[in-house]
């Protein structure tokens, strides 16, 4: 006969056995790691770990991030340094299969619904609480509602990396409604644009985050930076995304992942240019792989 001991530890293991089933296990869940690399801006990496982010969702595996040499943006803590979401992966958990992703290598994950990767970026794409008050107290200071533009210049329009031809400054406000009266804020990563729609409209009602010094975003030069000067250009950079996002009505390029983020956060009130009458009525069950193309 077992000892009482022995009949109790039998007991518990039974127990434990059970537990780990009725819960799942560790050792039974699967997981999905995207890292995050340096082979993009924030928004083109940004946009295939939101298809990864959806995929594990409807697959019910556990979603991670991790990281591949030195984030472009990362301070300290990569992610963490300006999101509160998210967790990094560690290495001690056990899986009993793990599935890694990363920008551009997302083939066998099907496509998803523009209303999909609108849900995925307001669940995800959440400033930390110093940052969101410095947005907020910047919307403050603009006093009162305003409208917003954004223009991609740098290596998206120039030198080795070049994809686009720039569109003039002058025809881009000529497709928006804004008038002398508007205020608006301009995102861009290029201040020579900021001097040309100072030429457009009044100073006092143009408002900007972009650094006088900032002459077009480089890739090479933004790897180039300190982690301090990362820190600063990552802030103006999310910063800027979430002010445009608190506009009335905003323009931005549908050829650039930056642009495309700002419709599939807002898509009611932010308007795709260069204008195109297919682009402007986009369904929200509409399959799209924004970190490929334009949007339909």
Known sequence: M???????????????????????????????????????????????????????QKTGKDFFIDYSDNWTYKYKNGWHDY????????????????????????????????????????????LNDDLSKRVQEYIGSIGGPYKAVYVRRGD?????????????VADIMKITDISKEDKVFIQTDDYSVIEEIKGLLPAENIFTLTPQASRGAHAENIYALS???????????????????GATRGWTDNRSNMGRLHKLYSPDKVILYPIDPKSQNISSETKIDPGWRSLP
Request: glycine share 4%; proline share 4%; with cysteine.
């Open 83 to 126: 999101f509160k979401t998210l967790k990094v992966y560690d290495p001690s958990a056990h899986y009993a299969n793990i599935e890694k992703y990363s920008h551009a290598q997302t083939s066998k994950v099907p496509d998803y619904t523009l209303g999909e990767y609108t849900a995925c970026i307001k669940e995800i794409l959440v």
């Open 227 to 245: 982690p301090e000067k990362r820190k600063e250009h990552a802030e103006e950079l999310f910063m800027s995304f979430f002010v445009f996002a």
């Open 2 to 56: 077992l000892s009482h001991k022995r009949r109790n530890n039998r007991k518990k293991h039974r127990r434990t056995r059970r537990k780990r089933r009725s819960q799942g296990g560790a050792a039974t869940k699967e997981a999905v790691i995207f890292i995050i690399n340096n082979n993009a801006g924030f928004a083109s990496v940004f946009n295939f770990l939101c298809k990864i982010y959806i995929y594990a």
């Open 156 to 168: 998206k329009t120039s030198g080795h990396a070049k994809e686009n031809d720039p569109i003039p």
